[in-house]
């Protein structure tokens, strides 16, 4: 058979060349230090979950259940040497929108937030005391 004559029926049975299914959710982008990313790759397979989107998605709607939330200063730790990276995410619209009003209403910056929440999911070390502010 010829080539247009095979590739011209299966136009019918695959028209729109077998594309999944679109999640519905939303870009999240921010900057992470190279701690931050090892923190989220570590959660990632703690919680064994396929996509670090989800990761982030799970620390975010943690923290921002948190009553403290907006009481002081944010538990942000330093970024460290080295410069930030660029990162995307998919979060759900619900939670996107939950960190807009959480940003807006505390006066933080969306980034600061994702960072933190980052940070107050991870697990101590093991051994580990509490930290100065008790956590």
């Given amino acids: ?3 247009w004559l095979i590739y011209g029926l299966l136009t019918g049975m695959y028209p729109d060349g077998m594309r999944a299914r679109r999640t519905g959710n939303v870009d999240l982008r921010c900057q992470l230090s190279a701690t931050d990313e090892e923190i989220v790759r570590g959660l990632r397979e703690r919680l064994g979950v396929r996509h670090l989107s989800k990761v982030i ?5 943690a923290f921002l259940e948190r009553p403290d939330l ?23 619209p619900e939670t996107l929108e939950a960190l807009t009003v959480a940003a807006e209403t505390h006066h933080f910056r969306m980034q600061e937030i994702v960072r933190a929440a980052i940070h107050a999911f991870r697990p101590g070390e093991p051994g580990q005391g509490p930290t100065q502010t008790g956590r």
């Fill in 57 to 61: 998605e799970v620390a975010l709607l």
């Fill in 70 to 92: 907006g009481r002081g200063v944010l538990p942000l730790p330093t970024r460290g040497a080295g410069p930030l990276l660029n990162r995307n995410y998919r979060i759900a």
């Fill in 1 to 3: 058979m010829m080539a």
